[in-house]
């Protein structure tokens, strides 16, 4: 969930405060802020009218905003948590080029349960209101999605581990342009499960950019093969 935050007064003094300090002292957060800040989550993506977005957790709809004014392309977004979900209908649900999903992205089917914690609401998080949400299997919605997606911004407090071993289960991480993708602490798992998710990763994408447990960037390789799930043969780029 993005809150793109890093505009303003106070960005500002935490930049100003960041330079001060030599390279080797700063923080990964800090060196991100340096580098851009979110602007590299939404600025010189290349995308046109007729470019297709994903974000899965949508929050309060501060990405999707930024991308709509940038691209004016189609976003697809994802968000299962239904006080978040009808804040996102409130503010773009007149749009026809924002298409709002009330579930979020899984392995497979499922109803569970998030803890309420502002941006960091998700399955791992503790303390606040527990709150049902529904689920739906990555490899099915992106059945119901255009064949290639421009940009994939994941940002799921955790879940983005399922997601992203699911997705490359079904072979349909190639259809996926640019990934962003931020990894959470999820415990004792997190080092091998970044591990496992980044070599899936490599199999069809490079690592554009990296900001450790901040934001991360995957471009597609130029030949790597784009499936849709259940084709009966691959295609390469060069034949769409």
Known sequence: MIMLSGRGLRSSVRRAYARCKPAAWRTTQEAYLLAGHDDLLIENLGLSTDSVVIEVGGYQGAYVAAIIERYGCTVHVFEPVDDFYA???QRFGTDPRIRL?????????????????????????????????????VATVFNELPPS?????????????????????????????????????????????LEECRALLSATHQQAWCFDMVWECWQRTPDAPLREIGAKSVVGQDDL
């Open 87 to 89: 804040q996102l209908c």
């Open 101 to 137: 999903h009330p579930y979020g992205l899984a392995a497979v089917d499922a109803k569970t349960t998030f803890q309420l914690a502002a941006d960091a609401t998700g399955g791992s998080s503790s303390g606040g209101r527990t709150v049902p949400v529904q689920l739906r299997a």
């Open 149 to 193: 997606v421009d940009v994939m911004t994941i940002n799921i407090e955790g879940a983005e581990y399922e997601v992203l071993r699911a997705m490359a289960e079904a072979g349909i991480l190639s259809r996926v342009q640019r990934l962003h993708v931020q990894f959470h602490d999820v415990g004792t798992s997190t080092s091998t499960s």
